[in-house]
């Protein structure tokens, strides 16, 4: 039976980074890395490690479920199930390691990946972006402030911005994982008492073995601030395509729709009105992002563990790194699915663009006014000409022209031009080539 949806609605690639097999085999591998490092010491017998490797490869997660219902401990269900098939050279199996040397350096090989995962889904996506700001690089809309009309953008500055928010989650990213990429092998409070001086050379030789960097210090566990910086940069990425999707949702309102994701030709909106066209994508990356960020909470509070360590954050980390990971990924997914179907409907642009008659340039005539009677002079001038456009319901360029003070300094011509909005982008074209360039 299915209970969280993360195993079949909203399951991605991502599952097979934290599923109870893969979990299982990374302990294993992290477990042989150490008895291969002895072996290389001379501790223990070189036949130990092909003999465990062997034992790996009969590992079956039922069978460590069984021992762990029988000693309830799960890492030593592992390395129980490992000496079963280890032959005579089992028992050297977890010599001097905690289960925190083993678990937490595990948990870094899973983060590594599943963060590597992260990044591709985001690269994938700003490829998208970066040919819809090409694409609509010049397709003039009104830009909005406070849910109200400004001045005119263009749609290719909405997507060069989420394009280059995107890019910064990419460099948070890479720092978190850096961070993340850490192991620890040194026993049950940190000091490599179990290990006596050749603990450091044991470490070493682990985590150069696992591709990982040895943590400087450690006491029972990898300090959690490097996991709470991790889950706090999934948030981040996640409230970038939360605010991709709330734009998205807003601009297809019915009063607005300037754009739309795709509706399939079979597809249902509403169960009892036929003609509804929900943005329920986009809606659902706004409901999912929510628990990509409530996770960071439990993170950050998993930071002060007491003394060299308690057990109070194992158990919501079972919950909250499968659960922050596998969410993300699937709304990556998603995204990408959005982008590569959005429609734009030019009408409606054009509609919305011009629905104000022209206040939405009065900041340029403003400026174009201020070089003749000065800043002040000149908004106090055209603000009581725009006030007067939208109560009489006329076009600013109307009045403007029958403004006796604004005649004095400004030809029809000239007016006629200031009050054109689709003149009035500013550099956004510029901004646009230079980020293609990059």
């Known amino acids: 039976m299915v209970v969280s949806p993360l195993e079949d609605r909203y399951k991605t690639g991502m599952n097979a980074y934290f599923d109870e097999e893969n979990k299982i085999r990374r302990w294993?591998?992290?477990?042989i890395a150490l008895l291969?490092?002895?072996?290389?010491?001379?501790?223990?017998?070189?036949?130990?490690?092909?003999?465990?490797?062997?034992?790996?490869?009969?590992?079956?997660a039922s069978r460590v479920r069984?021992?762990?219902?029988?000693?309830?401990?799960?890492l030593m269900a592992v390395v129980k199930a490992l000496d079963e098939n280890s032959g005579e050279y089992g028992r050297y199996l977890h010599l001097g390691a905690t289960s925190y040397d083993i678990e937490d350096?595990?948990?870094?090989?899973?983060?590594r990946d599943a963060i590597t995962l992260i990044e591709t889904r985001v690269g994938l996506l700003r490829t998208q972006l970066r040919g819809l700001m090409k694409k609509y690089k010049s397709t003039v809309c009104i830009g909005r402030t406070h849910g109200q009309h400004a001045i005119p953008t263009t749609y290719g500055m909405k997507f060069a911005i989420y394009h280059e928010e995107l890019g910064r989650n990419l460099e948070r990213l890479a720092e978190a994982k850096r961070r993340i990429s850490v192991g620890k092998m040194s026993g049950a409070v940190g000091t490599f008492a179990s290990f006596e001086?050749?603990?450091?050379?044991?470490?070493?030789?682990?985590?150069?073995?696992?591709?990982?960097?040895?943590?400087?210090?450690t006491n029972q566990v990898v300090q959690r601030d490097r996991h709470a910086e991790v889950m706090f940069a999934l948030a981040l990425v996640a409230a970038a395509l939360e605010k991709m999707a709330k734009e998205f949702r807003n601009l297809q309102r019915t009063e607005i729709l300037e754009i739309c994701e795709g509706f399939s030709s079979k597809q249902v909106g509403s169960s009892t009105m036929p003609h509804k066209r929900n943005p329920h994508k986009s809606e659902r990356i706004c409901?999912?992002?929510?628990?990509?960020?409530?996770?960071?909470?439990?993170?950050?509070?998993?930071?002060?563990?007491?003394?060299?360590?308690?057990?109070?954050?194992?158990?919501?980390?079972?919950?909250i790194f499968p659960e922050s990971f596998i969410t993300l990924d699937y709304m990556l997914v998603e995204m990408g699915k959005i982008l590569a179907s959005l429609t734009l409907y030019d009408k409606n642009i054009k509609r919305n663009l011009e629905l104000t008659k022209g206040l939405v340039t009065a900041e340029r005539v403003m400026l174009a006014l201020a070089e003749k009677i000065?800043?002040?002079?000149?908004?106090?001038?055209?603000?009581?000409?725009?006030?007067?456009?939208?109560e009489e319901g006329k076009q600013l360029g109307e009045i403007l022209s029958h403004d006796a003070e604004v005649k004095k300094h400004l030809t029809g011509a000239q007016i006629k031009e200031l009050t054109n909005p689709y003149t009035y982008t500013?550099?956004?074209?510029?901004?646009?080539?230079r980020l293609l360039k990059i």
Do not use: W
Request: with cysteine; charged share 30%; glycine share 4%.
């Open 197 to 217: 001086k050749q603990g450091f050379r044991i470490q070493e030789l682990v985590m150069e073995e696992l591709g990982l960097k040895p943590a400087s210090a």
């Open 36 to 60: 291969k490092a002895h072996a290389k010491l001379g501790h223990v017998p070189k036949e130990a490690v092909p003999a465990a490797k062997k034992a790996r490869e009969m590992l079956k």
């Open 28 to 31: 294993a591998d992290v477990e």
């Open 105 to 111: 350096t595990a948990t870094a090989l899973a983060f």
């Open 66 to 74: 069984q021992i762990e219902n029988e000693i309830h401990h799960d």
């Open 287 to 319: 409901s999912l992002a929510r628990v990509v960020r409530a996770n960071v909470q439990i993170a950050l509070e998993n930071v002060p563990l007491e003394h060299e360590r308690d057990l109070t954050n194992s158990a919501n980390e079972r919950y």
């Open 374 to 390: 000065g800043r002040q002079k000149a908004h106090e001038l055209v603000r009581k000409c725009s006030m007067k456009a939208f």
């Open 426 to 433: 500013g550099l956004a074209g510029e901004i646009i080539d």
